[in-house]
């Protein structure tokens, strides 16, 4: 029996990945990397104003997917605007999705 395709030699090798998958897990967090994706960036007020939740809410989910590596910030002024970090999230986002392109 070939056991090769199971490398458990380095378990640590899968604890980045993982750690990006159970961040888009929630699905506030999924919603908000995939409007990012077609917004490109966008502050909390206006996520606010999509979702009809709480700002706080908004703030801790952001929080969860830049602590990953997933968004990150960007200042213009006073204003903070989001954006996506990582662009591994994009394909798998798409895929989930069933969509080729979220631009639409």
Same mark, same amino acid.
């Given at each position: 029996? !070939? #056991?090769? /395709?199971?490398?458990?030699? !380095?378990? +640590?090798?899968?604890?980045? &990945? /993982?750690?990006?998958? $159970? /961040?888009?897990?929630? &699905?506030?967090?999924?919603?908000?990397? =995939? *409007?990012?994706?077609? +917004?490109? +960036?966008?502050?909390?007020?206006?996520?606010?104003?999509?979702? !009809?939740?709480?700002?706080? #809410?908004?703030?801790?989910?952001?929080? $969860?997917? =830049?602590?990953?590596?997933?968004? #990150? #910030?960007?200042?213009? *002024?006073?204003?903070?605007?989001?954006?996506? /970090? !990582?662009?591994?999230?994009? &394909?798998?986002?798409?895929?989930?999705? *069933?969509?080729?392109?979220?631009?639409?």
């Amino acid at each position: 029996m !070939d #056991t090769t /395709a199971f490398d458990v030699k !380095d378990l +640590k090798q899968f604890d980045e &990945p /993982a750690n990006l998958l $159970k /961040a888009l897990s929630h &699905p506030i967090r999924l919603c908000i990397v =995939r *409007g990012l994706i077609r +917004k490109r +960036k966008c502050n909390v007020s206006y996520m606010q104003e999509c979702l !009809d939740i709480p700002q706080s #809410t908004i703030s801790q989910h952001l929080q $969860k997917l =830049r602590s990953t590596g997933i968004v #990150t #910030t960007e200042r213009s *002024g006073l204003e903070v605007n989001y954006l996506l /970090a !990582d662009p591994r999230i994009e &394909p798998i986002v798409h895929i989930l999705f *069933g969509e080729e392109d979220c631009e639409s």
